[in-house]
C-alpha cells in the first residue's frame, strides 16, 4: 500500500491588530505617566462624520470584556473588539504640526475619507 501525505500550506501569519511608532509610544508614555496616570486609552471606531466611521479615543480605568489589549514598544492600548475588524494592521502616529499635534492612524483598511480627514470609510 503506498500513501501519499501531502503537506498543508503554511498560514499565512496575521498583521498585527495595532502598532505605535515612537513617537505615539513616547506621548502615551508622557501621558500615562502624568494626568491620566493609571489609566488606559481606548481606541474605538464610531459611525460619525461625512464619511461614515471615525476614530473615538477615551481614557478608561479598566479594560472591559470586549476590549483587546494592544502592547507595542512597552506601552499598552485597549481596542474595542468591534473596531478591530477595521483596524487591522494601523500604525497609530502622533504627530506635531505648527498649529495642531494629535494622534495620527495610518490604516491600510480605509478606502477613503472625507474633505476635512475627520472620518473615513472601508
Given amino acids: 500500500m503506498n500513501?501519499?501525505?501531502e503537506a498543508k500550506p503554511a498560514r499565512r501569519a496575521l498583521p498585527p491588530l495595532m502598532s505605535l511608532t515612537d513617537g505615539a509610544a513616547?506621548?502615551?508614555r508622557a501621558l500615562y505617566a502624568k494626568g491620566e496616570q493609571g489609566k488606559f486609552?481606548?481606541?474605538a471606531v464610531k459611525t460619525k462624520g461625512c464619511s461614515g466611521l471615525s476614530y473615538d479615543l477615551s481614557w478608561v480605568d479598566a479594560p472591559s470584556a470586549g476590549d483587546e489589549s494592544v502592547t507595542d514598544k512597552g506601552v499598552t492600548v485597549l481596542?474595542?473588539?468591534k473596531a478591530t475588524l477595521f483596524l487591522i494592521g494601523t500604525v497609530m502616529d502622533?504627530?506635531?504640526k505648527?498649529?495642531?499635534a494629535g494622534f495620527t492612524f495610518t490604516n491600510p483598511n480605509e478606502k477613503g475619507r472625507c474633505g476635512c480627514g475627520e472620518s473615513?470609510?472601508?
Avoid: A, K, P
Fill in 41 to 43: 486609552l481606548r481606541i
Fill in 3 to 5: 500513501v501519499s501525505i
Fill in 98 to 100: 505648527t498649529m495642531s
Fill in 26 to 28: 513616547e506621548r502615551l
Fill in 120 to 122: 473615513f470609510h472601508v
Fill in 94 to 96: 502622533y504627530e506635531v
Fill in 79 to 81: 481596542v474595542d473588539r
